[in-house]
């Protein structure tokens, strides 16, 4: 089954799972929505504003695979995945009703777990509405505050999301399902099919200068490119110290500077900043198939200690990781399944990118 028809399937599923629930209830609910003038309003039924609607009419397609038949009581209440099903469906009708804001998950850790909100921001308002799930099939609002951009992204994007995963800021590429041009990107990992063979990852271009253009640099050169967070902000050389093999150039008051880590050539030199991540520019989600000989490496080692594994000579190279084995049997917060993906974190530095398929990746932790 490809990537894309699993999360129509399980964006179907979670339509079923909410209608049986009764998804159209006329109940009453603490909330906060919006009228048409931008006020807000507090304990209105949306259900008296509009016909509340299903997530999965925004996947479906003549093409799309029958999803499998499901009851609310197949999914847990208050389990990730019915929260899941709840603040998509939720996001769903609330866009239809206020288009143009931005959504996103946020991961709150409590004392030995963790739980997920929901945050639908509205940023010429310059607030966030943080929702909460609840013994209901609506989510219930948490608290306003004042607007972040983290983990928000335009709806059109957020409603392709297979988990609840923080996503950072990454920007629109229409068709998160469609691979990127053949490259090598960095990143994060966000996601994964529970069999490993897909992963859902937030990916940008590092910025890499030739030996030749690094020697060129003069103090109050501009270097092309917005670093991972997508801002305007201009990366500006302001010092410059030693030459030759010494030469060291700084950036943007010293919070960024050159190195020759994570280089594909040896010789060149890529803009860093602290713990030595890569700068990585223009942010996208994707699906991505791994291939079947996918070369995995990671750095969990020093997480996961002497801690054994069973390799799984069905399984692929990523379930067969010492990262896919922290995730998912040591790391105390673990995700829930949710359909057929798991919630997953981890820096992706780098991911190869060849056909259209994912034909290396490495993990780290910091």
Known sequence: MSNKTRIIALLLTASLALSAAGCTDSSTRSGRDRDDDGNSSIGKNPTEQTEQTTASETQVTATTAEPTETTAASVDTGSDAYNYFVFMNYAYNYNSEHPGLEYGFERNYIDDHSEWTLVISDPDAGTSDVYIGCDDVFPELYETRD?????????????????????????????????????????????????????????????????????????????????????????????????????????????????????????????????????????????????????????????????????????????????????????????????????MDGLAYPVVVEDGVVTAINIEWR
């Open 147 to 343: 607007f972040i951009s983290s983990n928000a992204t335009d709806y059109d994007t957020f409603i392709q999301l297979p988990v609840m995963t923080e996503i950072g800021h990454c920007q629109s590429s229409g068709d998160v399902y469609e691979a990127p041009a053949d490259g090598r990107y960095f990143g994060s990992i966000l996601g994964a099919t529970d069999d490993g063979t897909c992963i859902l990852v937030a990916l940008g271009e590092a910025i890499v200068l030739t030996e030749a253009e690094y020697n060129a640099l003069e103090v109050g050169d501009i270097i092309p490119g917005h670093p991972t967070w997508n801002s305007d902000l201009d990366l500006v050389v302001t010092d410059i110290t030693g030459s030759g093999s010494s030469r060291e150039v700084e950036v943007c008051d010293g919070e960024m500077w050159f190195s020759h880590s994570y280089a594909e050539n040896p010789t060149d030199y890529v803009l860093t900043e602290a713990s030595d991540n890569p700068v990585y520019t223009q942010t996208y989600l994707y699906g991505l198939d791994l291939a079947e000989d996918c070369e995995v490496t990671d750095t969990y080692s020093f997480l996961a200690g002497d801690s054994a594994f069973a390799v799984d000579f069905e399984a692929g190279p990523l379930v067969n990781s010492v990262y896919w084995h922290y995730s998912r049997e040591i790391d105390p917060y673990r995700s829930e399944l949710i359909g057929v993906w798991y919630e």
